[in-house]
């Protein structure tokens, strides 16, 4: 069996067509949203905006809020407190809503280019990463950065 890959992006400090190019330069088939809340202050981030952009790209976008970080998870990320981030995202995954979106995204993964995609530009520093060990640890990662 060839070896898969998965494709990691944040925003943060992107614009969307930074982001959609670098998807499409990637050769990335569907965009898995995994915030848990799929809103933000940046325009044409929020879900609807997002999922459109998107769609004009050729990419197929599904949102996956069970595998998004709660917000005591995001706290933790916004304080740089790494520890309590991998803590409180380990009992998110544990959740049978995140077990079951978790099995979706690997069989997605297994038969498309899917990417990740959440607000923090350092995937390290994101739950995005956490997740890919956690529910993808046979895939390779390539990380993007959109080009702004």
Known sequence: ???????????????VAAVMN???????EVLADV????????PGFSKSALAASAREAGIE????????????GRAAARRNDHSALERIYEGQLQLPEAIAA???LAD???ERN??????ERAAHGCHR????????PEFGVIDLLPAD
């Open 129 to 136: 990463s956490l997740l890919r060990k956690a529910v993808l």
């Open 108 to 110: 997605l993964a297994k």
């Open 22 to 28: 670098a998807l499409v330069e990637a050769g990335v």
């Open 61 to 72: 976008y599904v949102h996956f809020k069970a595998l998004g970080t709660p917000a005591d």
């Open 35 to 42: 915030r848990a809340l799929p809103l933000s202050r940046r």
């Open 102 to 104: 978790g099995a979706i």
């Open 114 to 119: 899917v990417a990740l995609l959440c607000y």
């Open 1 to 15: 069996m060839t070896a898969r890959n998965i494709w990691t992006i944040g925003y943060e400090q992107a614009t």
